[in-house]
């Protein structure tokens, strides 16, 4: 097995073991329930504080970067951590391990859709997973808090990141915020030589594969009129057009899938987006289900088809452009000025997650239940004693039983 050498461990001269990472990898996609801000306190946990993967800092910088770009933000952040670990072969494993899985089910239950229908399984059976991800947003908000608030400047940043971000709710409003908290930063600094020049050797055909993709995939719609190709298209598009998580995609994919081509009924699509709640992974796996059930009516070969165009599509955009960005991004940390940017920028960051929190918890609403579940979960990843997957299997038994 393949080894390869993190900045922390190398520092402490251990090796990281393929395997190993991947083996926590597989850890953090069981444990991953609740979306992107979800997501990254099950990364704090696994590949901060137990394994010492990168630190605290380096995980908010990449929280950063990644709400800046397009894509599937959580995705990308752990794809950063394993380009870290062990360059792009290891980052490509991370993405594999990380999102397979949930993929190949959401391919499967694209099958079983109207099986699932014909029993009348309720969402409901789910109403517990909110309140629970609501849980593990508060722990990392109050982890990142602690670390990216130095004074009173990043308090202020951190403040008005959440509120914005909490009446303004598009798309176009995470990357503009973060962008803005780097460069308060940078003018509320009064330091200078900010911005001493480093050299550059950017991987440029990562993103000429992106640029060759995105346009290709576009003309080939106009001149082909092949379902599979259109899918891809389309979810390549979404894929580099999405900022913020799968959340933000819905609208998109609701629109396009259901409304103007028709390929499935509201009631199959939202049947679809309320069991990947209820699943480990990231929530862009939704694609594979979209897809599936966007290719039906021919052949299981199709079907399968549509799926992978829909789960491969709409990943390849993010990924091609972490494999671009991350690189360079490690260069642009020398630099002065990007240093004391990201004071800024990772403040902001701190508070949409913290804000996060009360939005998804005004969706879930505030009942007793809710509210009790939400506690019980901090208090368990507080205390350390249980693990994240056994907490969500008591969350998704108690939704069946109660």
């Known amino acids: 097995m393949q080894k390869g050498y993190g900045d922390n461990d190398a520092s402490d001269g251990h090796e990281v073991r393929w395997h190993s990472f991947l083996r926590d990898v597989l850890i953090c996609s069981l444990g991953a329930y609740g979306g992107p801000e979800a997501h990254y306190g099950v990364f704090t946990d696994q590949m901060v504080i137990k394994k010492k993967y990168l630190t605290e800092e380096e995980l908010v910088e990449l929280i950063a970067l990644t709400g800046i770009l397009p894509g599937p933000s959580s995705t990308q952040t752990l794809v950063a951590i394993g380009y870290k670990t062990g360059g792009p072969i290891l980052a490509l494993l991370t993405m594999l391990v990380w999102a397979l899985p949930v993929l190949i089910l959401m391919t499967l239950l694209s099958f079983l859709s109207q099986l699932m229908s014909r029993f009348n399984v309720s969402q409901n059976s789910l109403?517990?997973?909110?309140?629970?991800?609501?849980?593990?947003?508060?722990?990392?908000?109050?982890?990142?808090?602690?670390?990216?608030?130095?004074?009173?400047?990043?308090?202020?940043?951190?403040?008005?990141?959440?509120?914005?971000?909490?009446?303004?709710?598009?798309?176009?409003?995470?990357?503009?915020?973060?962008?803005?908290?780097?460069?308060?930063?940078?003018?509320?600094?009064?330091?200078?030589?900010?911005?001493?020049?480093?050299?550059?050797?950017?991987?440029?055909?990562?993103?000429?594969?992106?640029?060759?993709?995105?346009?290709?995939?576009?003309?080939?719609?106009?001149?082909?009129?092949?379902?599979?190709?259109?899918?891809?298209?389309?979810?390549?598009?979404?894929?580099?057009?999405?900022?913020?998580?799968?959340q933000v995609v819905v609208p998109l994919m609701h629109s396009e899938l259901v409304e103007v081509n028709q390929y499935m009924t509201n009631r199959e699509f939202l049947t679809g987006f309320g069991l990947v709640q209820g699943l480990p992974g990231p929530m862009f796996s939704f694609s594979a289900y979209a897809g599936g059930m966007a290719a039906r009516g021919s052949s299981v070969a199709v079907q399968l088809a549509g799926a992978a165009a829909g789960g491969i599509g709409i990943f390849l955009p993010g990924l091609l452009l972490i494999y671009f960005i991350y690189p360079v991004w490690e260069r642009l940390k020398l630099v002065k000025g990007i240093k004391v940017s990201l004071k800024g920028?990772?403040?902001?960051?701190?508070?949409?997650?913290?804000?996060?929190?009360?939005?998804?918890?005004?969706?879930?609403?505030?009942?007793?239940?809710?509210?009790?579940?939400?506690?019980?979960?901090?208090?368990?990843?507080?205390?350390?004693?249980?693990?994240?997957?056994?907490?969500?299997?008591?969350?998704?038994?108690?939704?069946?039983l109660f």
């Open 127 to 246: 109403r517990f997973i909110g309140p629970m991800a609501v849980g593990f947003i508060v722990v990392a908000a109050v982890r990142l808090g602690r670390k990216v608030v130095t004074g009173r400047l990043t308090l202020v940043l951190l403040l008005a990141g959440g509120i914005i971000t909490y009446f303004i709710r598009e798309p176009w409003i995470y990357p503009l915020v973060l962008l803005s908290g780097g460069a308060v930063s940078i003018v509320a600094s009064r330091e200078k030589n900010l911005w001493e020049r480093v050299r550059l050797d950017p991987p440029w055909r990562y993103l000429v594969a992106f640029s060759i993709l995105a346009v290709g995939s576009l003309l080939l719609t106009l001149t082909w009129d092949n379902r599979i190709v259109h899918l891809f298209e389309s979810f390549f598009r979404y894929g580099y057009l999405v900022i913020g998580g799968g």
């Open 345 to 400: 920028i990772t403040a902001v960051a701190g508070g949409l997650i913290s804000v996060a929190a009360i939005i998804l918890m005004l969706k879930s609403g505030f009942t007793l239940a809710n509210i009790a579940v939400m506690l019980v979960t901090v208090l368990l990843l507080l205390t350390k004693k249980i693990p994240a997957p056994l907490i969500v299997a008591v969350a998704i038994a108690a939704g069946f």
